[in-house]
């Protein structure tokens, strides 16, 4: 495995835009990544760069400090698995497992080691004398798995949203199982996801990215708690984090003329920035409409079981908000009561720090 680092990496396809803004970064040797974002963000390409597969137009890849960006992807060393199983439907399952290993030439018995081990952690002992032809596309995408996590010595293991044809009850238990992998196997894995609970579940850093850029790169926590881009925020989390255009000075927020406590004062603001507040539904409760409180409509309530979230507005804007339990929702005009701790402030989509 490898630390990667990404130089003042872009790549363009042609046309003048790109698919990928200038970055630097470093991937951490053995570490369990996410790369989340929506459609066209972009995911794709930078896997593909990593991976030898696009070489991009500006910019280095190194693997432990080696300029590796015009290597090909088996001198990289690299393991990748697609959405889709790629493995050989006329070998039974122990010699599509062993294949990559016999390909590198490892001896018989090493093969044989790694293949059980793989196959013990996968579930698919049971399998390995049969011919993969009359599997389910469940279980032969357990095999490219396999074939992807069984080489000891690879610098990194890719996946390019992996679990797609997986059925939706078996995909949270190879969920946890992947990251049960990558702490018995200890290789560097990089996972692209445009699903949050998958990214969540799976890694340890999140790297999220929008329009060719990555915004943030966190522990879920991080991207719970701080979203550096409002993105971020309104990406990570269900319903989504709030955001509203304010005015702010001081330890105050003014929406719609009411005025907000805010824990950290702002005296810093970039002039002529688009200024905004951010707060997860979770920090703003409905209460009886107050003298003190802001107020907003009732649009409906979506009640999750263990959680309700009003979907109220405040003037044009949408906004969510909890319902306590135990507390009857006034039907159509409410109380905000916010938890000044928790809200953010954006200038031009990015969080501003506060001083305390
Ligand atoms: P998805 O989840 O839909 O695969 P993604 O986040 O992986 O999306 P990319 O596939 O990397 O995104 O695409 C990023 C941008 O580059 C998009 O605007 C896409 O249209 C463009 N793009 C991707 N591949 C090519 C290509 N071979 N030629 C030209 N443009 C491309």
Redesign the pocket.
């Known amino acids: 495995m490898a630390r990667i680092d990404l130089v003042d990496l872009a790549?363009s396809?042609?046309?003048g835009?790109y698919?990928?803004k200038p970055m630097t970064m470093t991937w951490r040797q053995g570490g369990a990544y996410a790369l989340l974002?929506?459609?066209?963000?972009?995911?794709?390409?930078?896997?593909?760069i990593i991976s030898g597969i696009?070489t991009p137009s500006q910019g280095k890849v190194l693997f432990d400090g080696n300029d590796i960006t015009h290597a090909s992807t088996r001198e990289r060393n690299i393991a990748q698995v697609f959405q889709f199983p790629v493995i050989y439907d006329t070998m039974t399952v122990g010699e599509n497992l062993a294949f990559p290993l016999k390909n590198r030439g490892l001896p018989r018995d090493k093969i044989a080691a790694r293949v059980g081990e793989i196959a013990k952690l996968l579930d698919l002992t049971p399998y390995l004398d049969r011919k993969a032809v009359r599997l389910s596309a469940d279980a032969k995408q357990k095999i490219s798995l396999g074939r992807g996590l069984v080489r000891p010595d690879v610098a990194a293991v890719l996946f390019?949203?992996p679990l797609t044809v997986i059925d939706p009850h078996l995909k949270w238990e190879l969920r946890s199982k992947l990251k049960a992998l990558h702490q018995a196997l200890d290789l560097t894995m990089i996972y692209?996801t445009?699903d949050q609970t998958e990214a969540l579940t799976f890694a340890d850093t999140v790297v999220v990215?929008h329009d060719?850029a990555v915004v943030q790169s966190g522990t879920p926590e991080d991207l719970f708690a701080r979203p550096a881009h409002t993105f971020v925020g309104y990406f990570i989390g269900s319903p989504g984090m709030n955001i509203v255009p304010a005015g702010v000075k001081g330890r105050e927020a003014v929406v719609s003329g009411h005025v907000i406590g805010l824990n950290r004062s702002y005296d810093n603001l970039p002039a002529g920035g688009k200024i905004e507040i951010g707060v997860r539904p979770e920090f703003v409760h409905v209460a009886d409409p107050a003298p003190g409180l802001l107020s907003a409509q009732i649009e409906r309530i979506d009640d999750l079981g263990r959680v309700r979230f009003a979907r109220v507005r405040i003037g044009d804007v949408k906004f969510a908000a909890t319902v306590p339990n135990g507390v009857a929702v006034p039907e159509k005009t409410v109380g905000l009561v916010f938890d000044p701790a928790h809200i953010h402030v954006y200038s031009d989509s990015l969080l501003v720090e506060g001083r305390a």
């Not at 066209?40 to 593909?48: A, S, V």
């Open positions: 790549h396809y042609g046309g835009t698919a990928l974002g929506p459609s066209g963000c972009g995911k794709t390409t930078l896997l593909n696009v390019d949203e692209v445009h990215m060719g």
